[in-house]
């Protein structure tokens, strides 16, 4: 008789407790035994959504898809796009700054490429397809800047060309405000930048 009322007071203690429980798993959005139904919408969403992000990025015009093919060029790879600020066109700065938080992907860069830029005072030297079409003879380099903000907040870090730059952008009447898209292609493993004027 003790054991049967031990037994039916822990029965009593217990069901709330299962109660609890059977109202958390209700509240469960994914189903126990998805359909076929189900699984096709997730699958739909995902490809909605990776459409999306592909019509959202840039294409390379044919003509510079063409004159990159010719050069024996492949992985064309967008970078960044900016609207050229003045300081990009100063003989005095003599370079184009690109902020690596806006830089759409560093898969443009090997391993050892990306090491080397990390380094202070060092940079690769790259060719360059200028918007031209024709590939610039002289030297431009591809470096990284970390320049420190006002009131000692951090660093703004920044991917910048430079070298003969200042004299690419006079040869190509490059003006404020023109905007421009800078990919990046590989000629026997040697990196190049396409400077394509949008």
Known sequence: ?????????????????????????????IPREPSITWYESLFARIGETLR???????????????????LGGTNEIFIYQKALFATDLTQNH?????????IKTENFLEDHEITLLNKTNCYIEVSLLQPS????????YLARWDMHKHNNSGTCSMYILRGTWFRMAKAN???????????SFRVQGKLWIALVKV
């Open 94 to 102: 003599n370079r184009l700054s690109m902020p690596l938080k806006q």
């Open 1 to 29: 008789m003790e054991m049967e009322m031990k037994m039916g007071m822990r029965t009593e203690l217990e069901l709330p407790q299962q109660n609890n429980l059977k109202q958390k798993l209700a509240k469960v959005s």
């Open 133 to 140: 079409l024709k590939v610039w003879k002289d030297d431009i």
């Open 52 to 70: 999306k992000e592909k019509e959202g990025r840039p294409t390379l015009t044919e003509e510079f898809k063409k004159k990159i093919s010719e």
């Open 173 to 183: 009447n490059l003006k404020v405000n023109d905007v421009i898209q800078v990919w």
